[in-house]
Antibody, heavy 118, light 106 residues
Framework: QVQLKESGPGLVAPSQSLSITCTVS????????ISWIRQPPGKGLEWLGV???????NYNSAFMSRLSISKDNSKSQVFLKMNSLQTDDTAIYYC????????????WGQGTLVTVSA | DIQMTQSPSSLSASLGGKVTITCKAS??????IAWYQHKPGKGPRLLIH???TLQPGIPSRFSGSGSGRDYSFSISNLEPEDIATYYC????????FGSGTKLEIK
């Protein structure tokens, strides 16, 4: 059964950094790409970046300067790190796996709410 | 970056009726568009990929069409459980979501 679960800090102070871990089960990170997607309260979905099966990454140009995605295949974990958080980074953050027959996000974690506040 | 212009931002329709949502890409996306249904408190659900291919288990009253820069998504025979926000996503060149369409039932 494909499962993804995000774990994050919940609350981050402005200007600080954010680290979220996505732990997956039911598949191998060497076989599927993982994207990070977020949804600010009351707003739409925003794609942040992707880590490909081979470990390469691509980012939304709006976040390229402060976003990093990495993974540990042996631990089935994917990591998001974002620097210099501001209040408009408050959002639910999702890790998402590609589908079996489509190279587009298909299997979503439950999401983790990150609030940026002093 | 490819931009996706989705419209309308909201719509209201009657049970049993039909609705259509459109997405226009800033460049040709070669039919690499997917459509998602998002309900509060849940992760989005992939409904359609490659313009018109239904995911397994998705009823045929959901459909998609289009080519080049212009795409549409329709729901016919509207049911109460269709109340949700719908998003398009281009995946021809990385990924870009449309701004979303909130569907309400009259």
């Amino acid at each position: 059964q494909v499962q993804l679960k995000e774990s994050g800090p919940g609350l981050v102070a402005p200007s600080q950094s954010l680290s979220i871990t996505c732990t997956v089960s039911g598949f191998s990170l060497t076989s599927y790409d993982i994207s990070w997607i977020r949804q600010p309260p009351g707003k739409g979905l925003e794609w942040l970046g992707v880590i490909w099966t081979g470990g390469g990454t691509n980012y939304n140009s709006a976040f390229m300067s402060r976003l990093s995605i990495s993974k540990d295949n042996s631990k089935s974990q994917v990591f998001l790190k974002m620097n210099s958080l501001q209040t408009d980074d408050t959002a639910i953050y999702y890790c998402v796996r590609d589908g079996t027959t489509v190279v587009a996000p298909a299997y979503w974690g439950q999401g983790t709410l990150v609030t940026v506040s002093a | 970056d490819i931009q996706m212009t989705q419209s309308p931002s909201s719509l209201s329709a009657s049970l049993g009726g039909k609705v259509t949502i459109t997405c226009k890409a800033s460049q040709d996306i070669n039919k690499y568009i997917a459509w998602y249904q998002h309900k509060p408190g849940k992760g989005p659900r992939l409904l359609i990929h490659y313009t018109s291919t239904l995911q397994p288990g998705i009823p045929s009253r959901f459909s998609g069409s289009g080519s080049g820069r212009d795409y549409s998504f329709s729901i016919s025979n509207l049911e109460p459980e269709d109340i949700a926000t719908y998003y398009c996503l281009q995946y021809d060149n990385l990924f870009t979501f449309g701004s979303g369409t909130k569907l309400e039932i009259k």
